[in-house]
């Protein structure tokens, strides 16, 4: 139980286009997801937290106007880079809340995003 | 805010050998606490996971870690290393049981010496 999936696994696209990356709990309803990134050799850090059905809460530092947050259903989260540059390049890791403690958040294996 | 300090972003080990790997956290609230695997370009796997009942958690694959208030560590160990414990080791942190947000340490590279 407890399984959370992302679509998709590794993405490359050209500058300035925009790609989705999909969060999904697959056995559970989470009314709170989490979205971390991750650079190469390093921690996550939080990006955003989303609620089912109201805006996201963005991290100090973070662009919400470039990482949009969707979280449409109790189990569908997703977080679109747009205008994507080689900078954004990194891995995206969502997780998702089964209860109402941090301890029974679960992660997704991430997405790997290489912008070209 | 809760913080979490790993000691040592690089540890190496011999295979059959203790494993530790050190975390310190800073707040002063009882904190959940948590410690993490992961493989290259692959999410984050629980191994086990503190929230003020027992100070010593037993977790997935041999490991354990304590939780020690005195000195606020809560250190990762395994008596005996195996070659496919090679990994990324992240501990993280809550400022308390409540809904929080995961504040993760800066990891530590384990590699086992056959």
């Known amino acids: 139980g407890a399984v959370v999936s992302q679509h998709p696994s590794w993405v490359i696209c050209k500058s300035g286009t925009s790609v989705k990356i999909e969060c999904r709990s697959l056995?559970?309803?989470?009314?709170?997801m989490f979205w971390y990134r991750q650079f190469p050799k390093q921690s996550l850090m939080l990006m955003a937290t989303s609620n089912e059905g109201s805006k996201a809460t963005y991290e100090q530092g973070v662009e919400k106007d470039k990482f949009l947050i969707n979280h449409a259903s109790l189990t569908l989260s997703t977080l679109t880079v747009t205008s994507a540059h080689p900078e954004d390049s990194s891995f995206y890791i969502c997780?998702?809340?089964?209860?109402?403690?941090?301890?029974?958040?679960?992660f997704g294996p991430g997405t790997r995003l290489t912008v070209l | 805010a809760q913080s979490v300090t790993q000691l040592g972003s690089h540890v190496s080990v011999s295979e059959g050998a203790l494993v530790l790997l050190r975390c310190n956290y800073s707040s002063s609230v009882p904190p959940y606490l948590f410690w993490y695997v992961q493989y290259p370009n692959q999410g984050l796997q629980l191994l086990l996971k503190?929230?003020?009942?027992?100070?010593l958690v037993k977790g997935i694959n041999g490991f354990e870690a304590e939780f020690k208030k005195s000195e606020t560590s809560f250190h990762l160990t395994k008596p005996s290393a195996h070659m496919s414990d090679a990994a990324e080791y992240f501990c993280?942190?809550?400022?308390?049981?409540?809904?929080?947000?995961?504040?993760f340490g800066t990891g530590t590279k384990l590699q086992v010496i056959p």
């Open positions: 503190y929230t003020s009942a027992a100070t």
């Open positions: 997780s998702a809340q089964s209860g109402s403690g941090a301890d029974t958040q679960y």
């Open positions: 993280a942190g809550t400022d308390s049981g409540g809904y929080q947000k995961v504040t």
């Open positions: 056995d559970f309803q989470a009314t709170t």
